[in-house]
T-cell receptor, first 114, second 115 residues
């Protein structure tokens, strides 16, 4: 158990819908990262927040957005969903935003868009 | 730019045999390198990491990896495979962004262990 929690574990929805994925980082961690894992793209970095502020962006679609709240939990919002958005979405956290810090991963949310 | 190449998407070994999973990286800055393992239907678990210092890094479950700058490699080894080692393994390098960081992952290597 990494100490990072994600809800829900599974999510099934239809094209065009909007969903929210939630992540609670390890106690004391200020950085939260979101990654997408799909069969064709592999593991891809989406976005990083540090202490409530957006710090870095990767290959995140404009239909996706995220935020980190004062209690440091984070939410990833996916809208206008398409079939291709079906994937495993991971949240990770680390103490700071320095590269040598280990990122601890949650169990993931498996999204299926029908 | 940072990138990671894992040679061999699938490696099969017998129980008790040597495990060797290959990882080569490209980095424009001194790299921070990581190996993660993913068991079926689970998240990623850190096996080991290299940041600075000793180039031979020991991790959990008997795994170790050696950072070789001249070969731009960070191969993962285990002397004797166990059935419980069957999983997918990911090599990753830190990508320093203008502000913040991201992990860049290889495509993964699935390790199968037969009895």
């Amino acid at each position: 158990d990494s100490g990072v929690t994600q809800t829900p574990k599974h999510l099934i929805t239809a094209t065009g819908q909007r969903v929210t994925l939630r992540c609670s980082p390890r106690s004391g961690d200020l950085s939260v990262y979101w990654y997408q894992q799909s069969l064709d793209q592999g593991l891809q970095f989406l976005i990083q927040y540090y202490n409530g502020e957006e710090r870095a962006k990767g290959n995140i679609l404009e239909r996706f957005s995220a935020q980190q709240f004062p209690d440091l939990h984070s939410e990833l919002n996916l809208s206008s969903l398409e079939l291709g958005d079906s994937a495993l979405y991971f949240c990770a956290s680390s103490v700071s935003d320095h590269g040598r810090e280990t990122q601890y991963f949650g169990p993931g949310t498996r999204l299926l868009v029908l | 730019a940072q990138s990671v190449t894992q040679l061999g998407s699938h490696v099969s070994v017998s129980e008790g045999a040597l495990v060797l999973l290959r990882c080569n990286y490209s980095s424009s800055v001194p790299p921070y390198l990581f190996w993660y393992v993913q068991y079926p239907n689970q998240g990623l678990q850190l096996l080991l990491k290299y940041t600075t210092g000793a180039t031979l890094v020991k991790g959990i479950n008997g795994f170790e990896a050696e950072f070789k700058k001249s070969e731009t490699s960070f191969h993962l080894t285990k002397p004797s495979a166990h059935m419980s080692d069957a999983a997918e393994y990911f090599c990753a390098v830190i990508f320093p962004l203008r502000a913040g960081t991201a992990l860049i992952f290889g495509k993964g290597t699935t390790l199968s262990v037969s009895s």
